[in-house]
């Protein structure tokens, strides 16, 4: 059983850097094909792919995303991080990771964790 738990911050300030962390539980960052992905919801809208990083540390992003965003990876911990720059209110959501098969299927998600852009 995979499991994957999110940690960081809960408030941000405007034009900070939010970072998160996925904690991998029960299997492998590395472990072929899958992909590490993160995943947003802003309040009453729906899910917001962000980006992901593969089993061999490629990273893809959303195009309107991509010129502020990281992924990395830590594999001697088994996490994978993100790292949203220059935030505004609009990027107040609940944060989640999950873990890919290629571009097959989603399998598990992480609970989520609420983040607010707040001064």
């Known amino acids: 059983q995979v499991q994957l738990q999110e940690s960081g911050p809960g408030l941000v300030k405007p034009s900070q850097t939010l970072s998160l962390t996925c904690t991998v539980f029960?299997?492998?960052?590395?472990?072929?094909?899958?992909?590490w992905t993160w995943i947003r919801q802003a309040p009453g809208k729906g899910l917001e792919w962000m980006g992901r990083?593969?089993?061999?540390?490629?990273?893809y992003y959303v195009p309107s995303l991509k010129s502020r965003s990281s992924i990395s990876r830590d594999t001697s911990k088994n996490q994978f991080t993100l790292q949203l720059r220059s935030v505004t209110p609009e990027d107040t959501a609940v944060y989640y990771c999950a873990r890919d098969y290629g571009t097959s299927y989603t399998d598990y998600w992480g609970q989520g964790t609420q983040v607010t852009v707040s001064s």
């Open positions: 990083i593969s089993y061999n540390g490629n990273t």
């Open positions: 029960g299997g492998s960052i590395t472990t072929k094909y899958y992909y």
